[in-house]
């Protein structure tokens, strides 16, 4: 068996200030987490004689992939986070507020709704196929930072969750899902390295 390691980039400043979408740095909290990280990989990966990083092409993940040496980085744009459209960079009070329908139609079907000019989780989904084929290909481990939209996706792949529950599933920050796929199954491990 070999291990898929996912995990959600540090957190970001938009993070904390609660805006979606964006491209920001790492906040002071998600630099730590960097740095943790890098460790973690250094001793899971020791072992190992291959193994890749992969990455969206969005800052904060590439930021966060940052200290991991001696594996190589891949950038993937299938691994940025769904497209907000028009609302990237607003807050969800803003949403609310400023495009009420739009909220509310996103309530009532998270799965399917897509932002004007955006994305909707099913877009996600399927612009992953791709991601997925060649992960399922690679024979070595593979670290996958990426963000909450796209990990739920790409978790529930290997987690074989039902598509209606995708959007909801919890990818906290600051923690690692190892997947191990082995021939009896899928296994889980989740590693919090910090709150
Ligand atoms: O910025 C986007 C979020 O990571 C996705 O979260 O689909 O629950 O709004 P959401």
Redesign the pocket.
Known sequence: PRPILLTRHGESRDNVRGR??GDTALSEAGELYMKKLANFVEKRLKSERTASIWTSTLQRTILTAGPIVGFPKIQWRALD??N?GVCDGMT?EEIKKNMPEEYES?KKD?LRYRYPRGES?LDVIQRLEPVIIELERQRAPVVVIS???VL?ALYAYFADRPLKEI?HIEVPLHTIIEIQMGVTGVQEKRYKLMD
Do not use: L, T
Request: glycine fraction near 8%; aromatic fraction near 14%; proline fraction near 7%.
């Open positions: 979606i979408g986070e769904i907000a969800y996103r998270k989780y963000h909450q939209a739920r959007p």
